[in-house]
């Protein structure tokens, strides 16, 4: 061996060497982030039976991945099935789910339903399909949870798009509502769970690069994208590269309701409001002058472990 090849030999070992120490990293803190929002909103409990909606994405990927890495340590015994519903969408590669969850031994099921050709038939040209395709595919995995026994119905969103619902509720709905991290379905007979609610997106795309998920296009059915998210999800990447800290402050606003501040009478009791003389914490301060930290000072890894820091760095 050459003086070349050493060095060439020597900087692959480098490579991967600081590709695994990040791959590791990260793994913690996604881990860490879909822990917390399990643990609080009690998404997962002793002898649930999770039934995780696999689209072949990275957000997908990367949730079927760390929940099944949650339920080798967890200290209550839950079982997971994946699910992909193959809805026939030209050059969809429908080898490639079950390879994959064959090759990791995971319980998973595939379901063959063409509702490709229901939108295409029932959906005028140039018209956008989005709508009628997502409650035809909602219907299904409701139905398939069912015949599984599933106890939970688990989906991929993160927390960018929990704060892109949040944006288009409020800007083209006229209502503030977001996406919960848990919630019982539509029909009453389902609880969905979000269990990368904590986790930013960065994140995912970056762990899911390391791993090397097989992802499936997610343009397969040709309809149009989403204008209207698109241009919120530009403006929240936007403020997180110039203001470090402001995605953060906004997730939390959402823990963090205070409805005597807004203006919907049937949260809060304007009509009967009345000075009483007893103090309260979410009284009016008209008069004094309200301070906010700005978020570019804000470290996003305060309230990480030691051990995961800055485990999203570039």
Not at 88 to 101: A, I, N, S
Not at 144 to 167: C, M, S
């Amino acid at each position: 061996m050459n003086a070349n090849t050493e060095t060439a030999a020597l900087n692959d070992a480098e490579r991967d060497a600081a590709a695994k120490q990040k791959l590791n990293k990260l793994n913690k803190w996604l881990r860490h982030a879909v822990g917390d929002a399990i643990n609080d909103f009690n998404m997962i409990e002793e002898g649930d039976r999770v039934m995780v909606c696999l689209s072949g994405g990275k957000d997908s990927y990367t949730m079927l991945d760390i929940l099944l890495s949650l339920q080798r340590s967890a200290p209550i015994n839950f079982s997971i099935v994946a699910v992909n519903l193959d809805q026939k969408q030209p050059g969809f590669p429908e080898h490639v789910l079950p390879e994959y969850l064959a090759a990791l031994g995971v319980e998973y099921r595939i379901i063959e339903e063409d509702t490709y050709s229901i939108v295409k038939k029932l959906v005028p040209e140039g018209k956008t399909t989005c709508s009628l395709c997502s409650r035809l595919r909602r219907g299904i995995l409701y139905r398939v949870a069912d015949e599984l026994g599933a106890t939970k119905v688990a989906l991929g969103h993160h927390r960018e798009d929990i704060l892109e619902t949040l944006f288009l509720n409020m800007f083209y709905g006229g209502k503030l509502k977001a996406m919960p991290p848990k919630l019982v379905s539509d029909d009453g007979k389902h609880v969905v769970i979000r269990p990368l609610a904590y986790c930013r997106e960065k994140d995912i795309i970056k762990y899911s690069a390391l791993k090397g998920f097989p992802i499936i296009p997610c343009n397969l059915c040709g309809s149009q994208p989403n204008l209207q998210r698109a241009v919120i999800g530009d403006m929240i990447a936007d403020w997180d590269k110039r203001f470090p800290g402001r995605i953060e402050t906004m997730f939390r606003s959402l823990q963090n309701v205070v409805p005597s501040h807004l203006a919907d009478t049937k949260l809060h009791d304007f009509a009967g409001a009345k000075a009483d003389g007893v103090a309260r914490e979410d009284g009016d301060k008209a008069f004094d002058r309200e301070t906010f930290k700005d978020p570019a000072r804000i470290s996003i890894l305060a309230s990480k472990p030691a051990d995961v820091a800055g485990c999203g760095a570039d």
